[in-house]
């Protein structure tokens, strides 16, 4: 797996996830009630979701697509953020 050359490249390559709206993968223990899962704010979010929120609340963010974004702004993988 490691043997091909995408995983020697400077900088990392993020996957950056795409999807319709409400059509985003959520992932979840097998413990935990699907009411809980649906009441969870977070797992509406994503990098898409989030890229549209700091493209209306950040100037700064309205210049960058959504490929160069990572080289800008960091996410938050616990928050989501």
């Known amino acids: 797996m490691f043997g091909y050359e995408i995983h020697h490249h400077?900088?990392?390559v993020e996957r950056l996830p795409v999807h319709l709206a409400l059509m985003n993968i959520v992932k979840y223990k097998?413990?935990?009630?699907l009411r809980d899962?649906?009441?969870?704010p977070k797992n509406t979010k994503t990098m898409l979701t989030e890229w549209f929120s700091?493209?209306?609340e950040y100037d700064s963010a309205k210049e960058l697509t959504y490929c160069e974004f990572p080289l800008k702004w960091r996410w938050?993988?616990?928050?989501k953020k």
Not at 30 to 33: A, G, L, M, V, Y
Not at 76 to 79: A, L
């Open 54 to 56: 700091a493209n209306k």
């Open 30 to 33: 097998k413990d935990t009630k």
């Open 37 to 40: 899962v649906i009441k969870d």
């Open 10 to 12: 400077w900088p990392p």
């Open 76 to 79: 938050d993988k616990t928050n």
